[in-house]
């Protein structure tokens, strides 16, 4: 990719530099430690020093430029655009040679418009020209369940369809970061396992004009790769996270990521071992996936509730 050496705004550059608050460790676990403080902050103290070149994977899902301003400090417009490309360089920083950086973004509306919003896009753009990385792949996660919105086009005015995917990029500083798709294989269709049984299937040239021989998929692997789009939900009520938030009276993150999301990337680009980072932990799914995976893991999150009840992540369940 082309660096773009005018990206950043006139008034970025001139806004003064704020006194960051100071980044304290809110826990520890045999693999990991949470971070509390902004990740400005983070960047910007000796702890990031510690493991510049360490990083296999940066996975995490920013807060989203949404109309509406959330608890946990979502940025609206330019000026989202602007603060996202600003850590690209360096979190760049903290990579190793192989190593990428996935993030999760939703859609975006323009206020009081059924019009979308191409801030998303705008975001994904300045992110990779102000980190000078590639755009590897993109991945489309749908989740079937969720509610029906923006709900004004959708549920009242019924001018648009319900909003059912965020996208997921995967980015990396190399053309050829580490990744391996047998860590991710699904399945078989009862379809391909027919196929393997009998060995029967037409081969010869299709209409695309790709040519399939008469043995191209009758080697069974372990499993059939996956594709690009992901479908997972996040509907569950009564899970050990909730059910801590709910007894200690603590209101839970309200934009909490399947755990499959992580785990899915962590499995495709990382190795056991390996360091995996989320810079806007939350409730830290990240690094709770990270520890059952065998990885080690830093992540960090402002919001000093929101660290406390990540606790009950890493907690051990009583035997029954």
Same mark, same amino acid.
């Given at each position: &990719?082309?660096?773009?050496?005018?990206?950043?705004?006139?008034?970025?550059? @001139?806004?003064?530099?704020?006194?960051?608050?100071?980044?304290?460790?809110?826990?520890?676990?045999?693999?990991?430690? &949470?971070?509390?403080?902004?990740?400005?902050?983070?960047?910007?103290?000796?702890?990031?020093?510690?493991?510049?070149?360490?990083?296999?994977?940066?996975?995490?899902?920013?807060?989203?430029? /949404?109309?509406?301003?959330?608890?946990?400090?979502?940025?609206?417009?330019?000026?989202?655009?602007?603060?996202?490309?600003?850590?690209?360089?360096?979190? @760049?920083? *903290?990579?190793?040679?192989?190593?990428?950086?996935?993030?999760? &973004?939703?859609?975006?509306?323009?206020?009081?418009?059924?019009?979308?919003?191409? /801030?998303?896009?705008?975001?994904?753009?300045?992110?990779?020209?102000?980190?000078?990385?590639?755009?590897?792949?993109?991945?489309?996660?749908?989740?079937?369940?969720?509610?029906?919105?923006? +709900?004004?086009?959708?549920?009242?005015?019924?001018?648009?369809? @319900?909003?059912?995917?965020?996208?997921?990029?995967?980015?990396?500083?190399?053309? /050829?970061?580490?990744?391996?798709?047998?860590?991710?294989?699904?399945?078989?269709?009862?379809?391909?396992?027919?196929?393997?049984?009998?060995? @029967?299937?037409?081969?010869?040239?299709?209409?695309?004009?790709?040519?399939?021989?008469?043995?191209?998929? /009758?080697?069974?692997?372990?499993? +059939?790769?996956?594709?690009?789009?992901?479908?997972?939900?996040?509907?569950?009520?009564?899970?050990?996270?909730?059910?801590?938030?709910?007894?200690?009276?603590?209101?839970?993150?309200?934009?909490? &990521?399947?755990?499959?999301?992580?785990?899915?990337?962590?499995? *495709?680009?990382?190795?056991?071992?390996?360091?995996?980072?989320?810079?806007?932990?939350?409730?830290?799914?990240?690094?709770?996936?990270?520890?059952?995976?065998?990885?080690?893991?830093?992540?960090?999150?402002?919001?000093?509730?929101?660290?406390?009840?990540?606790?009950?992540?890493?907690?051990?369940?009583? +035997?029954?």
């Amino acid at each position: &990719m082309t660096r773009n050496k005018g990206t950043r705004s006139p008034a970025a550059r @001139k806004a003064p530099k704020r006194k960051r608050k100071s980044v304290v460790i809110g826990y520890k676990t045999t693999l990991g430690t &949470m971070f509390q403080g902004t990740i400005e902050g983070f960047l910007q103290s000796p702890r990031a020093a510690k493991f510049a070149g360490k990083v296999q994977l940066i996975f995490t899902s920013p807060p989203f430029p /949404l109309n509406r301003k959330k608890a946990y400090g979502n940025k609206q417009g330019e000026q989202f655009v602007e603060w996202l490309a600003d850590l690209a360089p360096d979190l @760049k920083k *903290l990579l190793t040679p192989t190593g990428s950086i996935v993030m999760e &973004m939703g859609n975006a509306w323009e206020p009081g418009r059924p019009v979308m919003s191409v /801030l998303a896009l705008e975001s994904l753009l300045q992110f990779l020209r102000r980190g000078e990385l590639q755009l590897a792949q993109q991945f489309i996660c749908y989740n079937p369940a969720r509610l029906p919105s923006p +709900a004004e086009w959708v549920n009242v005015k019924r001018i648009r369809l @319900k909003d059912a995917y965020t996208h997921v990029w995967w980015m990396a500083a190399t053309d /050829l970061p580490y990744a391996n798709n047998r860590n991710v294989l699904t399945p078989y269709s009862k379809s391909m396992l027919k196929l393997l049984r009998t060995g @029967k299937y037409n081969s010869g040239r299709r209409p695309s004009e790709h040519h399939i021989g008469k043995t191209s998929f /009758l080697k069974k692997n372990a499993g +059939a790769i996956p594709a690009n789009v992901l479908t997972m939900t996040n509907t569950r009520t009564g899970d050990v996270y909730q059910n801590y938030c709910r007894d200690h009276g603590i209101k839970p993150h309200p934009a909490r &990521m399947p755990f499959q999301l992580p785990e899915f990337f962590i499995k *495709l680009l990382t190795k056991k071992g390996q360091l995996v980072m989320d810079p806007f932990a939350g409730s830290n799914t990240t690094g709770a996936v990270a520890q059952r995976l065998k990885r080690k893991w830093i992540a960090v999150e402002a919001i000093e509730e929101y660290v406390a009840s990540s606790r009950s992540r890493f907690l051990r369940r009583k +035997a029954k």
